[in-house]
């Protein structure tokens, strides 16, 4: 499709300008089946050497990339990570368990419990604004420190709810 040739030479673009990676996100506004999203996060894997993280996101652009397709996507050497936008935590286990896949989460309210499942980090909206305590949430999850990682995540309530609720939390970070 356009879309997919379009991300191919995006790709080929942030390649060429030194970028270290790519974050991939489902074409937007046609809602392709699962065949059609492993299409193309494919071609725009094979589109360069970069690594790629495949960016589940279905409340922007339509579709969910479903667990079959994170499971085969999986296998291309070039697509090494999701950031799940989606927050569905047994999915979010099932593929890590089935999977070598670094995990980012994409829903800020859900990175404690990411975390704890065994996520690999945060891929986050307003750790823009208060980066500090999600590093103290994820040192915290890796020292195998619950109520500090909870405190911090209690922390961030108020924060996660105001900056997502009235607006697009992109909107509302840009703007704080």
């Known amino acids: 499709t356009n879309d997919t040739h379009h991300s191919c030479e995006l790709a080929r673009q942030a390649e060429k300008a030194g970028a270290s990676g790519l974050l991939v996100v489902t074409p937007y506004y046609n809602?392709?089946?699962?065949?059609?999203l492993r299409a193309h996060f494919t071609a725009v894997a094979d589109a360069t050497g970069l690594p790629v993280i495949v960016y589940d996101i279905p409340?922007?652009?339509?579709?969910?990339?479903?667990?079959?397709?994170?499971?085969?996507?999986?296998?291309?050497?070039?697509?090494?990570?999701?950031?799940?936008?989606?927050?569905?935590?047994?999915?979010?286990?099932?593929?890590?368990?089935?999977?070598?896949?670094?995990?980012?989460?994409?829903?800020?309210?859900?990175?404690?419990?990411?975390?704890a499942i065994g996520a690999t980090g945060l891929?986050?909206?307003?750790?823009?604004?208060?980066?500090m305590p999600y590093r103290h949430i994820v040192d915290a999850?890796?020292?195998?420190?619950?109520?500090?990682?909870?405190?911090?995540?209690?922390s961030l309530e108020p924060l996660v709810r105001a900056t997502m609720t009235h607006v697009p939390g992109t909107v509302a970070t840009k703007y704080i």
């Not at 809602?31 to 059609?36: A, T, V």
């Not at 891929?123 to 980066?131: E, K, L, M, R």
């Not at 999850?141 to 209690?154: E, F, R």
């Open 123 to 131: 891929i986050g909206v307003t750790a823009n604004i208060a980066p």
């Open 141 to 154: 999850v890796n020292a195998g420190d619950l109520k500090a990682a909870t405190a911090a995540h209690k």
């Open 59 to 115: 409340g922007r652009s339509g579709v969910a990339i479903s667990t079959e397709s994170l499971l085969a996507l999986s296998e291309h050497p070039q697509i090494v990570a999701n950031k799940d936008a989606k927050g569905d935590l047994a999915e979010v286990s099932r593929v890590l368990n089935q999977t070598d896949l670094y995990y980012f989460c994409g829903d800020d309210a859900l990175v404690l419990p990411s975390l």
């Open 31 to 36: 809602k392709p089946p699962q065949d059609g």
